[in-house]
């Protein structure tokens, strides 16, 4: 069984995002965007779009996706992509949840597409 080599850190509560809504973490110079969908999954992307660098936390969640507000551009919650026929990612982390407490792996380069 290979051990687990996340350094989870508790970052907020379910209760304190709206469902199909966001709330916004800070780690140093980062700025973190913790999303919940309809059925209670929680992601978390950097809060910037790889378009033009819109504040994702402030679209609109659909399904596991979010529309950044500046653009329309639509980015996978589950691994930052931009969908359809535009290009670009943001960073994506691992997020867990326990006990509706949600725990955030702020080290980079553990989601990748």
């Known amino acids: 069984m290979k051990a687990d080599t996340h350094d989870w850190k508790l970052v907020g509560t379910l209760d304190e995002i709206p469902k ?8 140093g110079d980062r700025t973190i965007a913790l999303f919940r ?31 950044c507000p ?10 930052g992509t931009a969908q359809g026929t535009n290009e670009g ?12 407490k949600i725990y955030l792996d702020f080290t980079l380069n553990q989601v990748t597409c």
């Open 70 to 79: 500046l653009h329309n551009w639509v980015i996978s919650l589950e691994t």
């Open 37 to 67: 969908t309809q059925d209670d999954q929680i992601f978390a992307l950097e809060d910037k779009c790889p378009h033009k660098n819109g504040q994702l936390s402030q679209g609109i969640v659909h399904g596991n996706c979010v529309t």
């Open 89 to 100: 990612r943001t960073q994506a982390y691992p997020v867990q949840v326990r006990d509706r």
């Open 20 to 27: 199909q809504g966001a709330r916004r973490v800070h780690h």
